[in-house]
């Protein structure tokens, strides 16, 4: 039997992947979003920020950065598990020097965001689950909340064109 | 424009996230909104060719839809997103700033319902499309 790798193996390869897709990024630069990993699970975080706000007298998330905050994890979620068995396999290397050409993000087709609460001055967290990846096309929901995982303040849900494999 | 809208532009453009992403109202009148966005290195969502995040697009069609509540005769006073949905069109040609414009349709004593439109230079071809409902804040 084969032996299994060392766990630092398997983290360093998930997390530079990760890093790999998020980083170049710039939009999600500007939003100071990152993503929690556990094993294949992705959190989005976003850190509060003044510049997020919409409303300063309540003061709440503007509704446009919930838009985007939500849509920015769904993509990145719906990317990062079409490419999971290439990063567990090693056929995409990720290696901090190696210039490894990824794949396109899938392109957003439609968008429906669902403001249940309004978004607190505070850091605001989001889970994507894909109901549906075809070759072509993908369904994606997203939930979002901040102190409390079952009180969301938003959720949304979204169609995708996938990219074409290289 | 009236004093009234003076302020509601004035209002708008000083949200800080509209205001970091350079928003700036160019009318805003009974139940009609037009914004622009600058385009922005910081906000481009495919660094492969530099097209702005939809999520960018997002924020300007959410802010343009709540200003053409805010100035419809029949809302009373502020207003907060219920629902938003954005078709994406094409992506927005770099470098060029998008303007959207929004307009209230109808409004009920809870609900303002808005549609609105985004464009770049080539205003034949919309980037994107959005249908949202609002509260109506501020009416007995």
């Known amino acids: 039997m084969k032996r299994p790798e060392p766990v630092q193996v398997v983290k360093q390869r998930r997390d530079a ?16 979003l990152t993503f929690d990993r556990r094993g294949d699970e992705l959190t989005g975080v976003l850190p509060f920020d003044e510049k997020l706000i919409g409303n300063p007298m309540l003061p709440a998330l503007h509704g446009g950065v919930t838009a985007a905050f939500l849509e920015v994890t769904a993509i990145i979620t719906l990317s990062w598990s079409y490419l999971w068995e290439d990063i567990e396999s ?16 899938p392109k957003t087709v439609d ?41 969301l303040f938003a959720q949304a849900t979204g169609h995708f064109v996938m990219p074409q494999r290289r | ?25 160019s009318s805003i009148e009974d139940g009609v909104a ?5 385009f922005d290195p910081r906000l481009v969502g495919d660094p492969e060719t530099g097209v702005i995040s939809g999520g960018a697009v997002s924020a300007l069609m ?16 502020g207003t907060a997103t219920l629902d938003l949905r954005i078709d994406y069109m094409r992506g927005a ?20 319902f808005v549609r ?13 499309s959005a249908t949202g409902a609002f509260t109506v804040e501020g009416k007995r």
């Not at chain 1, 090693?90 to 993000?105: A, E, I, N, T």
């Not at chain 1, 850091?123 to 990846?133: F, K, P």
């Not at chain 2, 037009?34 to 600058?38: E, Q, R, S």
């Not at chain 2, 439109?117 to 919309?126: E, G, I, L, Q, S």
């Open chain 2, 62 to 77: 959410d802010t343009c839809c709540g200003a053409a509540v805010m100035s419809h005769p029949d809302n009373g006073g």
């Open chain 1, 90 to 105: 090693g056929s995409l290397d990720f290696d901090p020097g190696g210039d490894v050409r990824l794949p396109r993000l």
């Open chain 2, 1 to 25: 424009m009236s004093d009234l809208l003076t302020r509601a532009r004035q209002f708008i453009e000083a949200l800080p996230h509209s205001r970091d992403l350079g928003m700036t109202v």
């Open chain 2, 93 to 112: 040609t770099p470098g060029q700033a998008i303007t959207t414009r929004a307009e209230c349709y109808h409004v009920t004593r809870s609900v303002a």
């Open chain 2, 116 to 128: 609105a439109t985004a464009w770049d230079d080539d205003t034949d071809n919309p980037v994107a």
């Open chain 1, 17 to 32: 992947a990760l890093h790999a897709l998020v980083d170049h990024v710039p939009y999600i630069k500007y939003l100071g």
């Open chain 1, 111 to 151: 968008f429906s965001v669902d403001y249940l609460r309004s978004g607190l001055p505070r850091d605001a967290y989001a889970r994507a689950r894909i109901n549906r990846a075809g070759r072509r096309y993908a369904s994606v929901h997203v939930e979002g909340w901040q102190d409390n995982r079952d009180k």
């Open chain 2, 34 to 38: 037009v914004i622009t966005m600058p």
